[in-house]
T-cell receptor
Framework: NAGVMQNPRHLVRRRGQEARLRCSPMKGHSHVYWYRQLPEEGLKFMVYLQKENIIDESGMPKERFSAEFPKEGPSILRIQQVVRGDSAAYFC??????????FGQGTRLTVV | AQKVTQAQTEISVVEKEDVTLDCVYETRDTTYYLFWYKQPPSGELVFLIRRNSFDEQNEISGRYSWNFQKSTSSFNFTITASQVVDSAVYFCALSEANNAGNMLTFGGGTRLMVKP
């Protein structure tokens, strides 16, 4: 859905660098979700955020990954010291409370 | 734990054929949501439907229809008179009804190829 904006669409990082993925939710949406789609695998939930709060991060890898959704500005998914296994499509979705979520077009991260 | 199984990894049909994509789910929750999303070759995820577990009415939207059967834990998706533009990967998903209902557990997806 064009309303959820993710950038960049494609990101190339060398091993050991940091990757920052941005997500601007649809207007009026206060709930943001991040998902990861690894090659040849399905989509996996990573983290659920509301403004300034992490509600559920049960799907986030314990190390190197963090997410935030500040009061102002987009939600950020940050991956430190990237490794080849982090190469994937990262999708952000947003919703109102208890309504369906709409996804952005994704960010394709390639680690070389 | 929740689980969604899409047993058909790939389906190929000829244009104008009807096709049904199967989805079977497991959950211990009494209240939950079921979803279908479409991922065309361009890669984005397109929302198709969300269904509450209390609503077992079948739904029709144009050439798309959904059959929710709680007794068999299935939420199948049928495309009538398929078209080449329907070629995509289709994901079935499940979520608990709390936490805004959008922490989704996805199935592995079914790749549908519609040939002219």
């Amino acid at each position: 859905n064009a309303g959820v904006m993710q950038n960049p669409r494609h990101l190339v990082r060398r091993r050991g660098q940091e990757a920052r993925l941005r997500c601007s939710p649809m207007k009026g949406h206060s709930h943001v979700y991040w998902y990861r789609q690894l090659p040849e695998e399905g989509l996996k939930f990573m983290v659920y955020l509301q403004k300034e709060n992490i509600i559920d991060e049960s799907g986030m890898p314990k190390e190197r990954f963090s997410a935030e959704f500040p009061k102002e500005g987009p939600s950020i998914l940050r991956i430190q010291q990237v490794v080849r296994g982090d190469s994937a499509a990262y999708f952000c979705a947003s919703s109102h409370v208890n309504t369906e979520a709409f996804f952005g077009q994704g960010t394709r991260l390639t680690v070389v | 734990a929740q689980k969604v199984t899409q047993a058909q990894t790939e389906i190929s049909v000829v244009e104008k054929e009807d096709v049904t994509l199967d989805c079977v789910y497991e959950t211990r929750d009494t209240t939950y949501y079921l979803f279908w999303y479409k991922q065309p070759p361009s890669g984005e995820l397109v929302f198709l439907i969300r269904r509450n577990s209390f609503d077992e009415q079948n739904e029709i939207s144009g050439r798309y229809s959904w059959n929710f059967q709680k007794s068999t834990s299935s939420f199948n998706f049928t495309i009538t008179a398929s078209q080449v533009v329907d070629s995509a990967v289709y994901f079935c998903a499940l979520s608990e009804a709390n936490n805004a209902g959008n922490m989704l557990t996805f199935g592995g997806g079914t790749r549908l190829m519609v040939k002219p």
